[in-house]
């Protein structure tokens, strides 16, 4: 339901001016638009959208912390990166569908990592920071890489 609204949203007169503040702000600028408002909607709606999720959290777990969300932070940036790195983001709905795929290959390759066995080497699950580091530096890395190969 979120991300119906949240795609809604985007494809608005306001949402198309929103992102193009993102793009090229000198632009949107000399077309009319104030881009400060625009700005300050923006950071309200992600903080806003940020406390639901912390509240939904905190209220299914019974409890708060102030570590609780760092590695939800890390894993939906992971997410983020990894799905543009594969499947590219080109149209709103693209970059949605993209952070979903990149969420369920970044899971996957967690899962793979800490059940795979190489003799008697074996990653336990305090690896998960360094597997975690090694997953967004490839999906961070590919991309250039992938432009190197294709000019040559």
Request: net charge positive; charged share 10%.
């Amino acid at each position: 339901l979120a991300l119906l609204a949240l795609f809604w949203l985007l494809n608005t007169s306001f949402g198309l001016a929103m992102q193009a503040t993102g793009i090229n702000r000198q632009m949107i600028t000399s077309q009319g638009v104030h881009t400060g408002r625009v700005i300050v909607f923006g950071v309200g709606l992600s903080n806003g959208l940020a406390a639901v999720s912390g509240a939904l959290l905190c209220q299914s777990q019974g409890a708060a912390d102030v570590n609780m969300g760092i590695g939800t932070i890390v894993a939906g940036l992971a997410s983020v990166i990894v799905g543009e790195t594969l499947f590219g983001c080109r149209s709103i709905g693209r970059a949605l569908l993209a952070a979903l795929l990149g969420s369920v290959v970044y899971r996957l390759a967690i899962a793979l990592a800490l059940g795979l066995r190489l003799g008697s080497f074996a990653f336990t699950p305090s690896d998960l920071n360094l597997l975690t580091a090694l997953l967004v530096v490839a999906a961070l890395v590919l991309p250039g890489l992938r432009r190197k190969v294709l000019r040559r």
